[in-house]
């Protein structure tokens, strides 16, 4: 008998290989029949207890970059991922071919009306002209790839930072996903949401952020603060001053850097961040004095 044995290089090439499929995260499967999740997703992974979900359409890449980042946002506070569990929070990855009015949950919904707290400053300047004039569909086809809340939803172009993005530059999921965690801290932790009040009450009351979308509510103050945190946000000017990374934010709004370490502790990357420290966060060109949408 004649005994054959592997090389040394084989061996490695296999350790490795057997190494890789250990590591390498389980598929998608379809969502469990005891969550009532509608039947238009048709993939399902679970995120620490926070389903995630998507038609046949979306690659499973995508769910597992979301999956990574929701983790991630929540390693820190194990007492606000249990308390959006207990809420029934999910997240929703549509396709690039998908508009949030196709997801089932959305299918009803309409325009803001003019008084809507939620409209940004150039949205109440020019409501006719913007939304008023639109049907329900056009508006949120051309308003929104994403959404917090019960039901968020992000799409498969922006958590694998694909250029056909609309926010190229910046993860969106980071940023709906962040609405999230201040309704968690509103609801687990009020002392620390009292803190976030007071340093938004501080931001306009001295004109931080001056005409900034994270001007708009205490959301996205928060939200906007978040993308800044992990590093994963587009540069902010106001009055030449740049904020683009976590010193920046340390520096100009030492009050809310020290409420997001509360809620985010030592994580400052998150795994499948396709946009953590991406050089088109830098707008091309000469920077702006403000960065703010002028109307």
Not at 43 to 61: F, L, M, T, W
């Amino acid at each position: 008998m004649t005994l054959r044995f592997a090389s040394a290089s084989l061996i490695a090439s296999l350790i490795a290989s057997l190494a890789a499929l250990s590591a390498a995260p389980a598929a998608a499967g379809s969502p469990p029949a005891e969550l009532g999740i509608p039947d238009f997703y048709t993939q399902y992974r679970d995120a620490s207890g926070i389903p995630v979900v998507s038609s046949n359409k979306v690659s499973e890449d995508a769910l597992v970059a979301s999956e990574a980042m929701i983790e991630d946002m929540l390693k820190h506070r194990p007492d606000l991922r249990a308390w959006l569990v207990e809420n029934d929070y999910r997240v929703a990855i549509m396709a690039e071919d998908e508009a949030l009015l196709d997801l089932p949950e959305n299918a009803h919904w309409t325009k803001p009306a003019p008084g809507d707290p939620r409209l940004t400053r150039c949205e109440k300047k020019h409501y006719e002209e913007r939304i008023g004039r639109l049907t329900d569909r056009a508006y949120w086809d051309a308003r929104a790839r994403g959404i917090g809340g019960p039901r968020t939803v992000s799409s498969e172009e922006d958590v694998l930072g694909w250029q056909s993005s609309r926010y190229y530059g910046e993860t969106i999921l980071v940023h709906e996903f962040a609405h999230n965690i201040l309704f968690a801290i509103q609801g687990a932790d009020p002392a620390l949401y009292d803190r976030i009040e007071a340093a938004y009450a501080n931001a306009l009351a001295t004109g931080l952020w001056r005409n900034e979308y994270a001007m708009t509510t205490i959301q996205e103050y928060w939200a906007e603060s978040t993308q800044i945190w992990f590093e994963s946000g587009r540069l902010v000017v106001v009055d030449g001053v740049r904020v683009l990374n976590r010193d920046d934010l340390a520096a100009y709004d030492p009050a809310i850097f020290a409420a997001l370490e509360q809620a985010y502790g030592d994580v400052h990357r998150l795994r499948g961040d396709p946009f953590w420290r991406h050089p088109a966060r830098i707008p091309p060109g000469p920077i702006p004095e403000n960065t703010a949408e002028v109307c």
